[in-house]
């Protein structure tokens, strides 16, 4: 069965760090892209992060840049997302993603979820004092 299970979330300080975890079942991470989305209340999905397995470059939104880091552990089969500097506006359910393909998709700087088929089941981060 294809899975991907998301951890690490939880409620931390601003300015605070967390890491979240993606673990992968039926398939190994290694030979696909995978994507860090995120929906806070009332808003839009927004894609975080993304990291390729083609050509080993990662994607960040604006919003994550210079905070964020997406990282792997093939021998776990998990990927991570290292999150620094937390802003009470980070505040959202964060989502692992993957089309199963190798190549973020990215247009205009925007990371799109449109066509990805494997979703885990999300990790509440909350950042307030």
């Known amino acids: 069965q294809v899975q991907l299970v998301e951890s690490g979330g939880g409620l931390v300080q601003p300015g605070g760090s967390l890491r979240l975890s993606c673990a992968a079942s039926?398939?190994?991470?290694?030979?696909?892209?995978i994507n860090w989305f995120r929906q806070a209340p009332g808003k839009e999905r927004e894609g975080v992060s993304c990291?390729?397995?083609?050509?080993?470059?990662?994607y960040y939104a604006d919003s994550a840049k210079d905070r964020f880091t997406i990282s792997r552990d093939n021998t776990k089969n998990t990927v991570y997302l290292q999150m620094n500097s937390l802003k009470p506006e980070d505040t959202a359910v964060y989502y692992c993603?993957?089309?199963?393909?190798?190549?973020?998709?990215?247009?205009?700087?925007?990371?799109?979820?449109?066509?990805?088929?494997?979703w885990g089941q999300g990790t509440l981060v909350t950042v307030s004092s």
């Open positions: 990291s390729s397995s083609s050509d080993g470059r990662s």
């Open positions: 039926g398939f190994t991470l290694e030979d696909v892209a």
């Open positions: 993603a993957t089309n199963r393909g190798d190549t973020c998709l990215v247009v205009g700087g925007t990371i799109l979820g449109k066509y990805l088929e494997v």
